[in-house]
């Protein structure tokens, strides 16, 4: 083991890619970086994380923003959740630690969002703490070691990863960081032993691993089944005014506090026109409406929408309340949904 640790962390040394966020010991900036990163790839979340630290440069500022602004931020990032979440634990540190982000486990897995990777990885990295991480990567990385059908999402086989992975950590008082370690098995998932056509011979610790020896990494760990992709319909109502266009703040469990185009979700079967009429009346919206016949297809996970765009004949006009809001579609003030993004542009017209 002690091997195979010193082999994985000289590689590391040597080839880790930079990262704005590995320039650092502050345990704000990290968390940050690591929030971002979850379901989302570096290259992705890099400029985010520029802006977003840039805009909220400490736990205080964050938590002292409006969280239109803090969606704003993260607009275009998706899974938004992970944004409201940390917004929302940045005020608990705000409010009940002096604003300086916890550095005992125990404090730190207390935060909204906060789960046991999260904690692992922002200590380990921030300030030593010997704690393990388990994410995609690493989870991948163990089951080719061993060659192993292990797969996190399995409650049996998590509980064996994370004793893997508590197992590894280097020891208390050695000279090898928690933090570099817990780094470089993320780094050797990410980079090497990716889910597909893993680059075997660049790896250094190739000569530990199960799978390799068997020459069948790819078999490790098994394909999860995916979920069946269901099909939605959805209306919404592009209502003009000037350059603006007139937004709505949903709510709900998906997209919750993000705007987008007034619109409602439709049965199979359901007349589009008469359903979006009868929402935009429930928002004291008053428009005459006509169908486009413009449809924009979008997914957000497992979910296939077709939206029907309609537009209005005449004037507009809504009352002001707070989850209505006449805006510049260009602007960055207001946090659209990616849908909202498309149905706003110019539809492209067919090549001659």
Known sequence: ??????????????????????????????????????????????????????????????????????????????????????????????????????TTAAAFASLPGVGRYTVGAVLSISVGARLPVLDGNVCRVFARWTASPLQ??????????????EALLPPAGGAAASGDWNQALMELGATVCTPRAPRCPECPVRAHCKAHAAGTPEAFPPVASRREVVKLRRAVALLRRG?????????????????????????????????????LRALGVKARLADTSRRVKH??????????????????????????RWTDPASRTLALTALAKKVVAPAKRPRA
């Open 1 to 102: 083991m002690a091997q195979l640790r010193r082999k994985l962390l000289d590689w590391y040394h040597r080839f880790r890619r930079d990262m704005p966020w590995r320039r650092t010991r502050d345990p704000y900036r990290i968390w940050v970086s690591e929030v971002m990163l979850q379901q989302t790839q570096v290259a992705t979340a890099t400029p985010y994380y520029e802006r977003f630290v840039k805009r909220f440069p400490d736990v205080v500022t964050l938590a002292d923003a409006p969280l239109d602004d803090v969606l704003a931020a993260w607009a275009g990032l998706g899974y938004y959740r992970r944004a409201r979440f940390l917004h929302e634990a940045a005020r608990v540190v705000a409010r009940e630690h002096g604003g300086r982000v916890p």
């Open 152 to 165: 996190a999402k399995r409650p049996a086989d998590a509980k064996r990863l994370w004793s893997m992975a």
């Open 243 to 279: 350059g603006d266009v007139l937004l709505a703040r949903r709510e709900g469990a998906l997209l919750d506090g993000m705007w987008e185009m007034p619109g409602v979700d439709l049965a199979p079967d359901a007349d589009a026109g008469v359903a979006l009429r009868s929402a």
């Open 299 to 324: 997914t957000i996970t497992h979910r296939a929408i077709e939206v029907e765009v309609w537009e209005a004949t005449g004037a507009v006009t809504a009352p002001r309340r707070a989850s209505l």
